[in-house]
């Protein structure tokens, strides 16, 4: 117990702004509106989140990327730009892995771009927004992200950031990471 009076006061104070602004946060994180893209957009971005070093997709990953096939089999206009470098642990980038998926599945390997430089969400987004200007260029920037729910709000506010007319498209998190995640998030948010 705190002795000091104003002491006990400032303490309590900070912890009271803490939960305020925690609870402020996920609150803007889970109704973030997703889904609310135009007819279509031009692009699809698909941050990375790491994959296995054998390299397998984390679930994580792999429910983004199902979340963008989908659009992309709806929108056959739309580029993907899958976006993930290599980490330490990593057999490839992910950028590689995620475009064999995509393949995999179906999507023809030409509307696919990889972007395998970037190493978090900030990057991701200055990265695909060059890749759109040097490879398209002149092509409006209009694009759906398609990541996990705990991360649509930053992803999207990075891509607006970027110079992207961005929107997202929310894929579910295992329900066994989720507490970790949403916590994360608050961070990555701040």
């Known amino acids: 117990v705190i002795g000091i009076k104003w002491l006990r006061i400032a303490v309590t104070v900070i912890i009271c702004i803490g ?3 925690f609870a402020a946060v996920e609150v803007m994180i889970i109704a973030f509106p997703t ?3 135009p007819g279509s957009v031009n692009f699809v971005i698909v941050p990375g989140c790491g994959i296995f070093p054998d390299g397998r997709l984390t679930l994580t990953l792999k429910n983004r990327l199902d979340a963008a096939f989908s659009y992309l089999l709806e929108n056959e ?3 993907c730009i899958v976006s993930g470098g290599q980490g330490r642990r990593e057999p490839t980038t992910e950028a590689e892995a995620m475009k064999n ?3 995999s599945r179906g999507i023809g390997p030409s ?3 990889e972007e395998g430089d970037s190493y978090d969400t900030q ?3 200055a990265q695909s927004s060059a890749l759109m200007d040097s490879v398209f260029p002149g092509r409006q920037k209009t694009a759906v992200v398609a990541t996990s729910d705990f991360h649509v709000l930053r992803a999207v506010t990075l891509a607006r950031n970027n110079g992207i007319e961005a929107y997202g498209i929310s894929a579910p998190t295992p329900w066994y990471i989720a507490v970790n995640y ?3 998030e ?3 948010v701040l």
């Open 182 to 184: 949403y916590m994360r």
């Open 101 to 103: 998926y995509l393949v």
């Open 123 to 125: 990057d991701n987004m």
């Open 35 to 37: 889904g609310d893209a």
């Open 19 to 21: 939960m305020l602004s």
């Open 186 to 188: 608050y961070i990555g």
């Open 111 to 113: 509307r696919i771009v």
């Open 77 to 79: 206009d739309a580029v």
